[in-house]
């Protein structure tokens, strides 16, 4: 039931694209996505809740493939301080459980 | 912005001990969780509550116990401290009807 993240791990170059992925066995009904930092506890970064929706903040931008089960987050010219593991969190229309994903570390380097 | 409290932030004890980390929330939100999270690992549930009175065991299985007498406060309880539990424990809230969960800052817990 948790949903799986890809890749597991990436690092880029300031400036460069990524995209991490989350699939899900289970039908969802919404998905988040937090970032956590080394050493600090994860922060909320955004939540889709209809499928085919996409979200921006910032650079970084989500979508969520309802029929798939699946969700992508891009991050786009990315930014030193996009480093951390990012972690989806999926629901599902009963609204009594939710999984976070099995993370993805991310490392910008300059 | 999110108000959710722990403590302590570390704490370093030994086998046989028992403990209790605190969890308080100031948002009235009725949904509260605790995980267990080793470095750069994931995230395993091992206790969540939906309101007063009401508490479950999570995916992960714990020796721990929780309990939820106060909406705010979600203290988690260890009855006989165990080097296996060393890890960072981080609890979290969510507003019935939403999702989004507000995490505190974690206590890291060291049993020697």
């Known amino acids: 039931q948790q949903p799986v993240q890809s890749p597991q791990a990436v690092i880029l170059r300031e400036g460069e694209d990524a995209v991490i992925n989350c699939s899900s066995s289970?039908?969802?009904?919404?998905v988040h996505w937090y970032r956590q930092k080394h050493g600090e506890a994860p922060i909320f970064l955004m939540i889709?809740?209809?499928?085919?929706e996409q979200k921006g903040h910032d650079k970084i931008s989500a979508s969520f493939n309802e029929k798939k089960q699946q969700s992508s987050l891009y991050l786009t010219a990315s930014q030193l301080s996009y480093s951390g593991t990012y972690f989806c969190?999926?629901?599902?229309?009963?609204?009594?459980?939710?999984?976070f994903g099995t993370g993805t570390s991310l490392t910008v380097i300059p | 912005e999110a108000d959710i409290y722990q403590t302590p932030r570390y704490l370093v004890i030994g086998t046989g001990k028992k403990i209790t980390l605190e969890c308080s929330q100031t948002?009235?939100?009725?949904?509260m969780y605790w995980y267990q999270q080793d470095p750069g690992m994931e995230l395993h549930l091992i206790h969540y509550s939906y309101g007063v009175n009401s508490t479950e065991k999570g995916d992960l299985s714990s020796e721990s116990t929780v309990s939820r007498i106060r909406t705010e406060h979600f203290p988690l309880t260890l009855e006989s401290a165990r080097p296996s539990h060393t890890s960072q424990y981080l609890c979290?809230?969510?507003?019935?009807?939403?999702?989004?969960?507000?995490f505190g800052p974690g206590t890291r817990l060291l049993v020697l």
């Open positions: 979290a809230s969510s507003e019935y009807g939403r999702e989004t969960q507000y």
């Open positions: 289970k039908a969802l009904y919404s």
């Open positions: 889709l809740l209809k499928g085919g």
């Open positions: 948002m009235g939100h009725d949904k």
């Open positions: 969190g999926t629901g599902t229309n009963t609204g009594n459980q939710f999984y």
